[in-house]
């Protein structure tokens, strides 16, 4: 159905917005990216996906990853950060939605030269 591949497009096929969106705020490590997705958000994808994501994030230069020892579980974890060109991706894709958004409202849209051509789209 259209609004179900409309979704899996927004979140789970996006999900380094969502990713670096939640980092900007403090680093995490990939089972609590995965947590807070499915809290804020309202949707789980699956853990490998999460791993991918973030790999390709790493090798494209969007976020840094650095493994620590934190209390009080002191278990080794591999915390992921933001790059500055993350954060620049992020902003980008974040004015990519809200623009497409408009062009979606009443009169946002320009007229193209096929609307005149036609009379309609």
Avoid: C, H
């Avoid at 403090?26 to 609590?32: H, I, Q, T, V």
């Avoid at 991918?52 to 620590?68: A, N």
């Avoid at 934190?70 to 902003?91: C, D, F, I």
Wanted: aromatic share 10%.
């Amino acid at each position: 159905m259209a609004l179900n591949r409309l979704k899996e497009k927004l979140t789970k096929e996006n999900l380094w917005l969502y990713i670096l969106f939640l980092l900007e705020r403090r680093p995490l490590y990939a089972y609590e990216i995965n947590a807070r997705i499915k809290n804020s958000f309202g949707f789980e994808p699956a853990m490998i996906t999460v791993y991918v994501v973030l790999y390709k994030m790493e090798r494209e230069g969007l976020v840094l990853s650095t493994t620590e020892k934190r209390p009080p579980s002191n278990v080794v974890r591999r915390y992921y950060s933001p790059t500055k060109l993350g954060l620049e991706a992020l902003k980008e894709g974040k004015g990519i939605l809200r623009r497409t958004l408009e062009q979606l409202e009443p009169g946002g849209a320009t007229p193209s030269k096929y609307d005149k051509d036609a009379g309609q789209l």
